[in-house]
């Protein structure tokens, strides 16, 4: 890690505890969602998830 990385990291915003818990509500309310509709919504909740994740990392790795 470089020493540009480290101060980019130090100075990014840190999640306020309401972020986190939103965060956290949203997770819980996804898991209640697949329980009432099934696989089809899992499925396309991983999908998604697995596509911003590759946009992140496009966007870490300067392959905008």
Known sequence: MTTDSRE???????PTAEQVRNLW???LGAAAAIGRR????????VAEGRAVQARARARRDGDR
């Open 25 to 27: 509500l949203a997770g």
């Open 8 to 14: 980019r990291r130090a100075q990014a915003p840190s």
């Open 38 to 45: 099934g696989r089809a919504l899992f499925a396309a909740l």
